[in-house]
């Protein structure tokens, strides 16, 4: 069964600040893992998804990393802004039923 | 429709009642997928739509969950005798299909009273 673990659980910064958040999963045979940024109330919206032939996706001041070998993948923000303070949870895709498998989540707070 | 839409956005219930929460997704999604969010506990998948196969129903937690979705459109998530542990946000998810990006609604936020 996959698990999906992202560290840390809260993170906080100071505006401007570039940071580094970190997923690892069990079972590196996936079809894609997919970054989404959830608000308080709010549901899930997508950030990034890489396939599990891409070792990189960018979009703005986002870029996500996939390491299968290793099941790790990392999403990095660049020059954060009080504007990204949320949660943000990775998620697997993998298995014969295509289910997708989420983190708990890291809560970040970027203060400004 | 731009996005997937849930209704209703709340409900509040009391235990024993049935309820039922509906999920209207992006046209020509073809896979369709419901999770409940717990506080303070991650994502908890509940059941997997695809076109036209049979359901993935090995996430519902008791035989009181059920779910149907009609056409290959709406799906409408029932719980039939509420209890207070069912109080979660219930979110829907679709895709175009079984390895394409989620497309999240804001969810239903359930409370048993």
């Known amino acids: 069964k996959q698990e999906v673990t992202q560290i840390p659980a809260a993170l906080s910064v100071p505006e401007g600040e570039n940071l580094v958040l970190n997923c690892s999963f069990t079972d590196s045979a996936i079809y894609n893992l997919q970054w989404f940024r959830q608000d308080p109330g709010k549901g899930l919206t997508s950030l990034l998804l890489i396939q599990s032939s891409q070792r990189e996706q960018t979009s703005g001041r986002l870029n996500a990393s996939l390491d299968k070998s290793s099941g790790r993948s990392t999403l990095y923000i660049a020059a954060s802004q009080p504007g990204d303070s949320a949660t943000y949870l990775c998620a697997t895709n993998s298995g014969g039923y295509q289910k997708v498998t989420f983190g708990i989540g890291t809560k970040l707070q970027v203060i400004p | 429709g731009a996005g997937v839409s849930q209704s209703p956005s709340n409900k509040v219930t009391e235990k024993g009642k049935d309820v039922e929460l509906r999920c209207d997704p992006i046209?020509?999604?073809?896979?369709l997928y419901w999770y409940r969010q717990s506080l303070g506990q991650g994502l908890e998948f509940l059941i997997y739509?695809?076109?036209?196969?049979?359901?993935?129903k090995s996430g519902l937690p008791s035989d009181r969950f059920s779910a149907e979705r009609t056409g290959g459109s709406v799906s409408t998530l029932t719980i039939q005798r509420t209890q207070q542990e069912d109080s979660a946000v219930y979110l829907c998810?679709?895709?175009?299909?079984?390895?394409?990006?989620?497309?999240f609604g804001s969810g239903t936020q359930l409370s048993v009273l």
């Open positions: 998810a679709s895709s175009y299909g079984q390895s394409e990006k989620l497309f």
């Open positions: 739509f695809q076109g036209n196969s049979a359901p993935d």
């Open positions: 046209s020509g999604h073809t896979a």
